[in-house]
């Protein structure tokens, strides 16, 4: 049953029992709610409004007053249970019953917050303080929403405000970090000051003052700070120290936190690893390969849809896949509140997916694999098929293909030639197991539906260089003879450049991208007698980023509780997807292992393991397409935001450490344990 459905039979069963007890005011505002619910709001303001003036009318305040308290508790609990849509519908009509309260605008600002409608929330934040101004919560709360969105500036205002109304060590932190952000250095390190002052072992405080002071040119100092932080939250150094001495960069980390540490070396040997620590943040990535010369100037016009392009030049554009609405399940956390990285509201839509052909067309691949086009006989881009980063979410307003990274290239390498029907399948970081499964795979499917045979297809625009690669490509039956790599060829013009479009979305693949990958590796015969066990922990030990630091303790912890670790890089692509189709439930690291959730069955647990300052919600999505109970775990850093940065100069690389007590406590409200 549908949740319309549920809404209907629920309005028949309350229509019923107010007809058998019109005296119980309960049967009005239950009725009232549901056609609510069902967005008939006319509906259920008569409802309410016969239940307030029922019988008595020198009873209707106190019955106002009832029917408010109802729909104030019914609005927490939806909530609480990760139903924001229904709390804001609530919200809104106790502004029509009790626009003078504050509290209803505070809540309304979260249950819209929680949505993803970030500014909107803040909007309904202030209003809450024009009624009443001393409302130190909202400041810090509209102050904490701008800080992650970037707005420091904003910030400052609202933080300074809340800091008017009572002194706080947190948010004196916060005030401190965004005066950094604002190179504010002065003001910065009086703030940080203040609130170590207020709680003395505010380590983050503490670490990030060390900064400043750095900053400020005063090294000793500095570093004696530092040191004063680790010594109030020494475990992810310890753990780093003890665990990790791959490479260089990583050596020279060990000896600068050891120092730290050992509280006992001397500042210029501080100061030389130090300067090698910065230098890492200096250093740009360098392409695979320098584009060929004889350079061509890139397309400044674009078509935002294909289909537009289709009709205006009359070329052929097929429908494969209808647009579609998911609903969201949000992510699970003994926490709060959900971390930020996850609102993105009840629902998301993702656009219709197709195939055209383009005569005369052009393919470009920036060599990072970061920037892509395809590129009209017009010398017009065609948007939605030529992506680059940063990957955002569908019709995000700044993936305008306005602000195409193409159109601030003065050049692109010059053009290669190739005969007859050339199919893209290539997308972006294509060496990338996740985006190689679901974004560049599924592109066969697509072809296969427009009713194009492989064999009458002369070129394929696709990378094999890898083992997961090639081995796909061969189940999928895509020859190597006619595969040609895009880095090697990065400007490709075909007779007929046949593209299919995104299953869904770039990084956000629909429902029947799941479907079509479990038949493609799942139904394939088991020749490997491999093994399958009902819990598994994925190790990234052999990664260079994102490792567990202390990856025994979790080990040792999830043995008890009968988890088997598995590393997949010794395994096939088809081996992991039966892997992870047999396991009920699965503990990783963030990261492309975690692609294989597309081959679970409905209801497996997925526990994901994050370093604080990295949440993505890629797996989440993947979890909610195929119907997964998906769960996640915070890791611990190094004290302060730039201490932490020092060592790892991007965020996504971070290692990650987590506290054994925290791990328990997200599998005991998994009901794991």
């Not at 709360?141 to 992650?148: D, F, I, S, T």
């Not at 130090?274 to 320098?290: G, Y």
Request: net charge negative.
């Amino acid at each position: 049953m549908d949740e319309f459905d549920r809404l209907e039979s629920t309005i028949a069963a309350y229509k019923t029992r107010l007809e058998t007890r019109p005296d119980e005011l309960s049967n009005y505002w239950n009725l009232g709610l549901a056609f609510l619910l069902n967005h008939e709001d006319f509906a259920a303001q008569e409802v309410w409004f016969a239940g307030i003036t029922a019988d008595d009318a020198g009873e209707s305040d106190r019955r106002l007053a009832t029917l408010i308290e109802f729909l104030k508790r019914k609005s927490r609990e939806y909530q609480k249970n990760y139903y924001p849509e229904r709390s804001e519908l609530i919200d809104y009509q106790l502004l029509d019953l009790d626009g003078d309260s504050p509290e209803i605008y505070v809540h309304l600002g979260e249950a819209i917050a929680l949505q993803g409608r970030l500014d909107e929330a803040i909007a309904w934040w202030v209003k809450a303080t024009e009624i009443k101004p001393d409302l130190f919560d909202v400041y810090c709360r509209c102050g904490v929403v701008l800080q992650k969105l970037g707005k420091f500036t904003d910030a400052l205002h609202y933080y300074i405000t809340a800091l008017s109304l009572k002194s706080n060590p947190e948010i004196f932190y916060r005030l401190g970090i965004c005066y950094l952000k604002t190179e504010q250095l002065q003001n910065a390190l009086d703030t940080f000051r203040r609130a170590i002052a207020i709680a003395p072992d505010f380590a983050d405080a503490i670490a990030d003052l060390g900064w400043v002071l750095l900053r400020l040119q005063r090294h000793e100092e500095g570093m004696q700070t530092w040191r004063s932080a680790l010594q109030r939250q020494p475990d992810f150094a310890r753990f780093y120290c003890a665990n990790i001495a791959d490479l260089e960069r990583d050596r020279i980390r060990v000896e600068f936190l050891n120092g730290l540490l050992e509280n006992n070396s001397p500042t210029p040997i501080f100061l030389q690893l130090l300067e090698k620590l910065l230098s890492f943040h200096r250093q740009s990535p360098q392409p695979d390969r320098i584009p060929p010369s004889n350079p061509v100037e890139p397309p400044q016009l674009f078509y935002e849809w294909t289909r537009d392009w289709a009709v205006s030049a009359n070329q052929q554009y097929k429908a494969i896949e209808p647009e579609t609405t998911l609903k969201l399940k949000p992510p699970k956390t003994p926490d709060h509140s959900v971390h930020f990285s996850f609102r993105f509201g009840s629902k998301l839509t993702l656009p219709a997916s197709f195939v055209t052909v383009v005569p005369e067309g052009r393919y470009w691949l920036d060599p990072t694999q970061t920037k892509s086009a395809v590129i009209a006989a017009n010398n017009h881009f065609l948007a939605d098929l030529s992506p680059d980063f940063p990957i955002l979410s569908p019709r995000h307003p700044d993936k305008h293909p306005s602000k195409h990274s193409i159109l601030s290239l003065k050049t692109l390498p010059k053009i290669e030639y190739f005969s007859g029907n050339i199919a893209v399948l290539s997308g972006l970081s294509n060496d990338i197991y996740f985006h190689w499964i679901l974004d560049v795979l599924p592109k066969i499917g697509l072809l296969q539906k427009a009713g194009f045979q492989l064999s009458e297809i002369d070129g394929f625009i696709v990378r094999d260089r890898l083992p997961f690669q090639r081995e796909t490509l061969d189940i999928l039956n895509i020859p190597e003879t006619r595969m040609i790599d895009p880095i090697h060829h990065p400007h490709i013009r075909g007779d007929r450049l046949i593209v299919p479009s995104f299953s869904g979305h770039i990084s956000w693949p629909n429902p029947q991208t799941c479907r079509w990958l479990k038949r493609q590796f799942l139904e394939i015969k088991d020749t490997t007698n491999s093994d399958n066990f009902d819990r598994i922990y994925i190790s990234r030990k052999s990664a260079k980023t994102r490792r567990i630091l202390n990856e025994g303790e979790v080990i040792e912890i999830l043995e008890k509780y009968e988890f088997k670790t598995v590393n997949l890089e010794t395994l096939s692509v088809v081996e992991q997807a039966r892997l992870f189709n047999q396991a009920k439930v699965i503990v990783a690291p963030h990261g492309s292992g975690l692609t294989n959730l597309v081959f679970c069955q409905p209801g497996t647990i997925a526990i994901e393991l994050f370093s604080p300052n990295y949440v993505y919600h890629c797996y989440w999505w993947l979890s909610n397409l195929a119907e997964l109970n998906y769960y996640y775990c915070l890791g611990e850093t190094l004290p302060g935001e730039y201490l932490q940065r020092l060592l790892y100069p991007k965020s996504v690389s971070e290692d990650i450490a987590i506290a054994p007590r925290r791990l328990l406590d997200v599998l005991k409200f998994a009901n794991v344990v």
